[in-house]
């Protein structure tokens, strides 16, 4: 997805910087913060004050379907995307918008493939599941693989709306990143889950302001909502439904729908920070109706985004800013745009900027309170052993946060320098989505597949995704895989470049009006560009489109995990049902089920935790 693989490089200063932070720009800032770090001392010094893992972790199974829905997506809208959407709509089409298809087809998979398994189980950890499933080695397997992915995506998430901050305040990224991140290090230890719900609910609704702002002054600056939709059908934006199956093409229906489907469904379905909230009400029904909010929600944003980058065509239309130079990069064409239309609202500068800020922080935030889960549960509780204080569980996890969080925010000033390696990093996170995906898919739908074949087949299924990666971004790094934009013209630009308040003639490249080719500029289309051919083109699967990536290490995962599963000896004892999907009982025979229904485990790691349970029940009621 080209949300999760765009950069923010530092020439996005350049034009932030132009946006003048006044009084109330700050103050609009500083009282976001202030109420969440109110939020936080509210649930950690009031009521039960976040005094047990399960209260820490799951709200104690007493949160609202609302809260969790909001906290969900404001958890999954980052200033990533709120900056590379737009743009990548501007440039190559609204295809991505076919993501709300894909929405609507994995969340019926999530609410009744996967969700009953883990609400029937009671799991902190979704990874505790593929201990009970197969064995601990698969769990610990997973839970580093979510671990690393968050260490290298946390950093960039902190990165991107801090160095716009500095760009529009003058004050160093240096003082900004562990101002801010501790303020969110500070209300995640102290509140648990609940601050992060009702934090990310705040920030969720100013991120949602500034979005609604930016596309109402958009539609209004563009002549309209009908005019902009024909402005953008003029200029191919809306040429989406391309049922063309060829898989090297950008995107098509068919490459964006299943694409972007497998790699959302490893989210919806498996992925701790969506499933820890899910677990976190009270019973089933609303847990489900938690998946069909947060689905809507995502795509009501998802929307809004790429409605924002046909606004921002059709104001661009006949004088395209990254032609003439006063864009770089897809992320700065939203700022850009914001200052061209928008420069003399008092407080929106400070309104936009706080949005991208909320949506890092409720990110981060929901980010460290799944990593305190993940650690606490699968790696802590290894060396230690089971915990019975219920506060010195708390102390652990909130020691766990603040430890991850100090390590991230120390992580940006390496973010800093790592320049072109940027986008290769975020790219990493898209390739841990798709061996997730699998090895759970195995474990739910497929009673055959063994611990030793799903870990052998998802280590395959990470070295393959994870080489088509690397390849494609080696290929595209040396111009042989090229992205072509969509068309646009340059025409306009003569009779308006005095009207662009924020385009200086040096912005162009120019010592002055005389050096400007007019006729050049005005002839100059993206669809007349030439590509040059290569005489050896990559290999197929390296040309294969990035949203594919997701979907074809979920498919290696499955096929490579059966295949090992039938090939290897089969040690494990009989599957209980409970581990298993219901959508598959139909298939299971009668009397199989009969006997696992009266087995209390599985196999020796799930004996001896069931033993400890025991064991604390006794103590307790003695």
Known sequence: MESTVSTVLPEVAKTVAQMSFSWYDYLLFSIMLGLSVLIGIYFGCFGTKQSSANEYLMGGKKMKVLPIAVSLVASHVSGVTLLAVPADIYRYGAGYWLFVLSVAMITPCTMFIYLPVFYKLQITSTYEYLERRFDSTNRLFASFLFTLGLFLYLPIVIYIPALAFSAATGISVYYITPLVCGVCIFYTTLGGLKAVVWTDTLQFTITTGAIITVAVIGIKSGGGFAEILATASKGHRLDIFDFNPDPTLRDSFWIVT?????????????????????????????????????????NIVSSF????????????????????????????????????????????????????????????SASLNCLAGTLYEDFVLKIT?????????????????????????????????????????????????????????????????????????????????????????????????????????????????????????????????????????????????????????PFFLFRVSYYYFSLMGTAATIIFGLLFSYLLKNDDPPVHRDLLSPVIYFMLPNEKVQVEKNQDYYHLDKALHLVTVNSEKEDKTA
Not at 343 to 357: D, T
Not at 477 to 500: F, R, Y
Request: net charge neutral; with cysteine; charged share 15%.
């Open 258 to 298: 299943f694409g972007i489907g497998a790699f959302w469904l490893s989210i919806f379905g498996v992925h701790q920070s969506c499933v820890q909230k899910f677990m976190s009400v009270s019973t089933l029904r609303e847990a489900r109706l938690s998946v069909i909010y947060f689905a809507i929600g995502i």
């Open 305 to 364: 985004s790429v409605f924002i980058g046909l606004i921002m065509y059709a104001r661009y239309e006949k004088c395209d800013p990254f032609t003439i130079g006063s864009v770089q990069k897809n992320d700065q064409l939203l700022p850009y745009y914001i200052m061209d239309v928008a420069s003399h609202i008092p407080g929106l500068s400070g309104l936009f900027i706080a949005g991208i800020f909320c949506a890092a922080l409720s990110t981060l």
């Open 385 to 537: 052993g089971p915990i019975k204080d219920d506060k010195k569980a708390a102390v652990i996890l909130k020691f766990i946060v603040v430890v991850t969080g100090v390590a991230c925010t120390a992580l940006v000033y390496v973010v800093e320098r790592l320049g072109g390696l940027l986008p290769l990093v975020v790219s990493l996170g898209g390739v841990t989505f798709g061996p997730s995906l699998g090895m759970f898919t195995l474990g739910v739908l497929f009673p055959k597949a063994s611990s030793k074949g799903t870990l052998y087949g998802t280590i395959i299924g990470l070295l393959f995704s994870g080489w088509i990666t690397l390849m494609a971004q080696y290929y595209k790094s040396q111009g042989m895989i090229v992205d072509v934009p969509k068309p646009i013209s340059t025409e306009g630009c003569l009779a308006n470049i005095t009207m662009l308040p924020l385009v200086t003639h040096s912005d162009f490249g120019f010592s002055n009006l005389t050096d400007l080719n007019y006729d050049n500029l005005t002839t100059l289309q993206y669809d007349e560009m030439e590509i040059s051919d290569v005489e050896n083109k």
